[in-house]
T-cell receptor, first 112, second 114 residues
């Protein structure tokens, strides 16, 4: 599995866009980028995933660079409830042997 | 609410003891995953089951074992407990195993070993 690198922590003002970067320079062609978040010791929550194209859903947008070596999760209008640890992971789309590794993620603090 | 349930929510026990954590996946999900999260640590993948069979193993100690039953619920057994086993234990479920699908996590079981 490709490894990911994320900043340890970030701050964002409430109402502003939060842009969370993730480096996955060793990603393979069949590996997806997934984002989860974990709010204060709760179970992690799926946010969004993508392969090549940019993706958007009701929670966030995912921008993947053309070479797929990095991506950015965008929370368009951060609220205090978005304060959480955000995990970026990469995983193959198939293969039958699933071993998803979560790193230590980025701790996002949304400031009033 | 993810649809994944875990019991108990909290568990306090002593070193050397054995405990069983239980997980019920979302309706229709065949895969169950177990994770351990120690204080201020990332999620460590322990083991995955798919439709009753073990499919992937991560950093699971020999003192730990798991199984998935015909009704698809899963149990994680932790024995000869040590202080370092104190952690949050999460269960997650997903639809399938041959392709990665998003995982839905339960609320976790907080284990404290004294």
């Amino acid at each position: 599995d490709a490894k990911t690198t994320q900043p340890t922590s970030m701050d964002c003002a409430e109402g502003r866009a939060a842009n969370l970067p993730c480096n996955h320079s060793t990603i393979s062609g069949n590996e997806y980028v997934y984002w989860y978040r974990q709010i204060h010791s709760q179970g992690p929550q799926y946010i969004i995933h993508g392969l090549k194209n940019n993706e958007t859903n009701e929670m966030a947008s995912l921008i993947i660079t053309e070479d797929r070596k990095s991506s950015t999760l965008i929370l368009p209008h951060a609220t205090l409830r978005d304060t959480a640890v955000y995990y970026c992971i990469v995983t193959p789309s198939s293969g039958g042997y699933q071993k998803v590794t979560f790193g230590t993620g980025t701790k996002l603090q949304v400031i009033p | 609410d993810s649809g994944v349930t875990q019991t108990p929510k909290h568990l306090i026990t002593a070193t050397g003891q054995r405990v069983t954590l239980r997980c019920s996946p979302r309706s229709g999900d065949l895969s169950v995953y177990w994770y351990q999260q120690s204080l201020d640590q990332g999620l460590q993948f322990l083991i995955q089951y798919y439709n009753g069979e073990e499919r992937a193993k991560g950093n699971i100690l020999e003192r730990f074992s798991a199984q998935q039953f015909p009704d698809l619920h899963s149990e994680l057994n932790l024995s000869s407990l040590e202080l370092g086993d104190s952690a949050l234990y999460f269960c997650a479920s997903s639809v399938a195993t041959s392709a990665y699908n998003e995982q839905f996590f339960g609320p976790g079981t907080r284990l404290t070993v004294l």
